[in-house]
């Protein structure tokens, strides 16, 4: 028992330990006063040493001139507090006033560049330059005028400044901000100042050409596809890098471009969202499967152009305060857009709302920076023109399944197409094989009479005469037979490429449709002098001959040419300079000059409504060009009409 009271802490010793904690505590919150007063009032004096001088992370004084009552006479009794050298205030008109205290500590006259990086975003700067709290130099940048003497190298001021050994100067910078209030003080000796005018936009001129490049890429190949998406996006990207040429200030830096017209630039920042939503509207063809999308993104057209009527006719820094509402806007817009696809399960919907996600965030991470309420640096201030080179580059894979997807549904919708003309056709077909075997079976039928007679009234049958009916009748089957495999084959749906012989092609393609144009009494003759096989698919290619022949056939009837006058048809065939050529002419009385530029469209025909759909010449131009890589055309000739396959 005594053991366990021996245990028990005693009330002096609980007393005693409750001061210690006490007294802790009052010495921690002591520190931290202490050093925030001395962060408050510390000098930040920038000490230049020997060797290469390269100084970029430093604390600098500043002070928001909020009433314009600070001035060059008493700015030396003004209280400074602490910021970082590359700082943003946000969009302020206030004029900021900047303190730089700089000591040359070695035993050699030092000469140092101070580059403010961001001078192009502000209207006005005036440099004071202080010496033993004496006013030795003042120089005035007055950015918009591009004919002062004092002007921006590229698009960084360079103050240039001379240090005795072991001197001291303080630098004050008196900053007019245009719309952002945002610098960046990087201090350099005569060699690292000239490597870092020529290394400053590396990164920026890398995002810019990234952007430019696929505008043009995609510039470029509209002029193949056709498609007004690739117009829309290529406009959406070069006003991009034109608005970033700005903000990175490449287009002073590289460019060598002043003034105040300069500002206007920033109307792209407004174009920007128009072009998108006009980029969105076509990708995704809302005015057929959803007006209310469509509605939706003409607003965010509409109110871009409101803000660029404002621009030009009533202010241009209103309409640049106003963008924030229109980026906003087209922001909720465009994802309720992406909301509504991927409720319906669009299959391109993923990649665009990953895309537009990537550049919202990289944007809103620049824009944060921009107003201070993040810490601005090289990452978060190229954020924005990065997300954009990836959006770009999710939005070009965007434009190619994009493309893909319409290449399949048409390859569906032509073999559908395919497939109803051959239905279509089916019926001649079927006249034709009736035709074909109404006189092979009538012969058979004979035969078979023939014998039935004979054995009926017990009429003697030499076993000659019986083998030479039995070898007619064979002869007929196999005729018979050959006609089924000829038309089956025509309707055979099998793609595969084979070497083929063109002599045997068109004289099969001549027998198969002989007795329809017998009995309309045309002619038909041809000259083949083929020196070659051609790879193709053999089937398609008859089924373009044939339905060329039966357009023949056609127009005679339709022109009404006299039963009197010989209705001709003439293939000519030949083989030239590795090309192979079939002409199809026949003097039907040709086709109207009207008619003739449109021969080939899908669903145009010169037939009536009910006798012709306009899809058989049209799949003729689509299986040649794209199965066959080769080419169709059609030009009056004499008293009729030529069609040219060139294989």
């Not at 039995?470 to 006609?483: C, G, K, M, R």
Request: charged fraction near 20%; include cysteine; charge should be neutral.
């Amino acid at each position: 028992m005594k053991k366990a009271s021996l245990l028990k802490p005693t009330k002096h010793f609980i007393e005693q330990k409750t001061m210690e904690g006490i007294e802790l505590k009052n010495k921690l919150i002591l520190l931290f006063f202490i050093s925030i007063f001395t962060l408050l009032n510390a000098s930040n004096l920038i000490t230049i040493n020997y060797g290469e001088t390269k100084i970029k992370n430093f604390n600098i004084g500043f002070i928001r001139d909020t009433n314009n009552s600070i001035n060059i006479n008493n700015i030396q009794d003004s209280k400074f507090t602490t910021v970082a050298n590359m700082h943003s205030f946000g969009n302020t008109p206030d004029t900021v006033w900047l303190k730089l205290d700089i000591k040359n500590v070695t035993d050699i006259q030092k000469e140092i560049f101070v580059h403010n990086d961001f001078a192009y975003f502000s209207k006005e700067i005036t440099i004071y330059e202080y010496k033993d709290k004496k006013l030795i130099d003042q120089n005035v940048y007055k950015i918009f005028d591009d004919k002062q003497d004092n002007k921006l190298t590229g698009s960084v001021l360079v103050y240039k400044l001379k240090l005795e050994e072991q001197a001291s100067k303080t630098l004050y910078m008196k900053i007019v901000p245009n719309v952002t209030h945002i610098y960046n003080l990087n201090i350099y000796d005569d060699k690292t100042h000239l490597e870092a005018l020529i290394n400053k936009g590396l990164i920026s001129n890398s995002i810019i050409i990234i952007l430019l490049s696929l505008a043009f890429y995609n510039i470029f190949l509209y002029f193949f596809v056709r498609k007004k998406e690739l117009i829309f996006y290529s406009l959406y990207l070069i006003n991009a890098s034109i608005g970033l040429s700005y903000m990175y200030g490449s287009i002073f830096h590289n460019l060598g471009v002043y003034g105040e017209e300069v500002y206007w630039i920033n109307i792209t920042a407004i174009l920007v969202s128009a072009f998108l939503a006009l980029f969105v509207k076509s990708i995704f063809n809302f005015k057929k499967e959803n007006k209310l999308l469509h509605n939706l993104l003409n607003s965010i057209i509409y109110i871009a152009i409101i803000d660029v009527l404002i621009a030009i006719f009533i202010d241009l820094q209103l309409s640049i305060h106003l963008v924030a509402i229109v980026f906003f806007y087209s922001f909720v817009v465009i994802y309720f857009v992406g909301y509504t696809l991927y409720k319906q399960e669009h299959p391109l919907v993923n990649i665009f709302l990953t895309a537009y996600t990537i550049y919202i965030v990289g944007f809103a991470i620049t824009i944060l920076s921009f107003n201070g309420v993040t810490p601005i640096s090289t990452y978060t201030f190229h954020a924005s023109g990065i997300s954009l080179v990836l959006e770009a580059l999710l939005f070009s894979y965007l434009i190619y399944y994009h493309i893909k997807l319409l290449e399949n549904r048409f390859l569906e919708q032509q073999n559908i197409l395919i497939l109803k003309n051959q239905k279509a056709q089916m019926g001649d077909m079927i006249e034709v094989i009736t035709h074909q075997w109404k006189q092979p079976l009538s012969t058979i039928g004979s035969i078979i009479m023939v014998l039935q007679y004979k054995i009926n009234d017990k009429i003697e049958i030499s076993s000659e005469y019986l083998n030479e009916k039995l070898t007619q009748a064979n002869e007929n089957v196999y005729f018979l037979s050959e006609t089924i495999d000829d038309f089956k084959n025509f309707f055979n749906s099998t793609k595969v490429k084979t070497e083929c012989d063109l002599n045997k092609l068109i004289e099969k393609a001549i027998s198969l449709s002989r007795d329809t144009i017998l009995a309309n009494e045309i002619t038909i003759k041809y000259d083949l002098k083929f020196t070659k096989e051609v790879s193709l698919f053999e089937n398609e290619l008859l089924h373009i001959l044939l339905n060329i022949i039966q357009n023949s056939k056609e127009a005679f009837r339709d022109n009404k040419i006299n039963s009197n006058s010989i209705k001709m048809i003439k293939i000519i065939g030949r083989t030239q300079d590795d090309m192979t050529y079939i002409d199809i002419i026949d003097n039907a009385g040709g086709i109207s000059e009207e008619n003739l530029p449109y021969i080939f469209h899908e669903n145009y025909t010169t037939k009536e409504k009910e006798k012709g759909t306009g899809l058989g010449l049209y799949l003729s131009k689509v299986i040649i060009e794209d199965h066959m890589n080769g080419s169709i055309e059609v030009t009056n000739i004499g008293e009729g009409t030529m069609f040219r396959i060139i294989l």
